[in-house]
């Protein structure tokens, strides 16, 4: 198998990747700055850099490594932040995404994986679920930068001949994610409640998501190793980008009181104003990944809240 390059490979979803990419006989790289990830993540089989992707020096990686594959998943993921510093998001989510395409260009990368956003993107929609089709407008800079990211993704593929997928992720969760920020809800609860607190639901708790458990987007993404890419963006039904979800709308009351009844708590959450930038449904349609590449969830929202509880539980 070639060599693949992971950004945010020490982090939630990229680190899970690297262990199947492993798992599945690849040569993996991994590029991250630990800010959000953690070394403990990392697989020890995979080859690791400590460094940013904004930084000037990740020329001398890709010049020594030549990865044929890159899964960028290494990002600013914080709607909230990017809505309080837009200058910080845009540097990390936009200047280092194309610091590290310019070098898959310069090196001879063939095949390039950007994990995107579906909620983020499509912003407040008129239909639910939502399909590729539907028309864009992204509602807080991260959503923004992820869409211009695509639109520069297609520029390369025109230009450089740059095979490129983008993922339109619904809110993945699961092991391993980050409970002290503000961007993964189900760590957040589980985690608060388990140390009997009551977290904080910003809005009235009707909110709904489509929760996705990360071992389902990892699989869907596996699938793009082997998937040869047609038009792109510019193209009537999207060839080079997909949704990736469940297609169920869940919301964050629902949720809290599923976590609350399996971790056996009676604790009432705390309510607080909406914050700029959050949606009021998100549900994305993935029809076109079923159909294409034969990929649907295993996990029910029960059966993954149950094992991100679990390992919870031996953390803690």
């Not at 596996?222 to 038009?231: A, R």
Request: glycine fraction near 10%; include cysteine.
């Amino acid at each position: 198998m070639e060599k693949i390059l992971v950004s945010g490979g020490a982090g939630f979803i990229g680190s899970h990747l690297v262990d199947r990419l492993i798992k599945e006989g690849c040569q993996v790289v991994v590029i991250d700055n630990l800010s959000t990830g953690k070394k403990e993540n990392l697989n020890p089989k995979a080859k690791f850099y400590k460094i940013d992707i904004c930084s000037p020096k990740i020329v001398e990686i890709f010049k020594k490594e030549k990865p044929w594959a890159v899964f960028h998943y290494a990002a600013q993921v914080n709607v909230r932040k990017s809505v309080e510093d837009p200058i910080r998001d845009a540097k990390i989510n936009i200047l280092g995404s194309l610091n590290v395409l310019e070098n898959c260009c310069r090196f001879g990368t063939k095949k390039f994986v950007f994990a995107s956003s579906g909620g983020a993107i499509y912003g407040d929609t008129d239909f639910i679920p939502t399909p590729e089709t539907h028309p864009v407008r992204p509602e807080s800079p991260y959503g923004m930068a992820k869409l211009l990211i695509e639109q520069y993704l297609e520029f390369y593929k025109k230009t450089y001949g740059l095979d490129y997928i983008s993922l339109r992720y619904a809110n993945i969760y699961g092991p391993r994610q980050n409970s002290k920020g503000e961007a993964g809800v189900i760590a957040i609860f589980i985690d608060k409640l388990l140390h009997g607190k009551g977290p904080t639901i910003f809005g009235d708790g009707t909110q709904t998501r489509d929760y996705l458990y990360v071992d389902d987007a990892v699989e869907s993404t596996l699938k793009f190793l082997t998937y040869g890419v047609g038009g792109g963006l510019s193209s009537a039904n999207l060839e080079s980008v997909f949704n990736v979800g469940t297609g169920v709308e869940t919301s964050v009351n629902k949720l809290y009181n599923l976590i609350s009844q399996r971790l056996k708590k009676g604790i009432p959450p705390n309510f607080a104003p909406a914050k700029p930038g959050d949606l009021k449904r998100s549900c994305l349609a993935s029809f076109k990944i079923k159909k294409e590449l034969n990929w649907q969830p295993k996990y029910t929202l029960e059966e993954g809240l149950d094992a991100t509880i679990k390992w919870f539980r031996a953390k803690i």
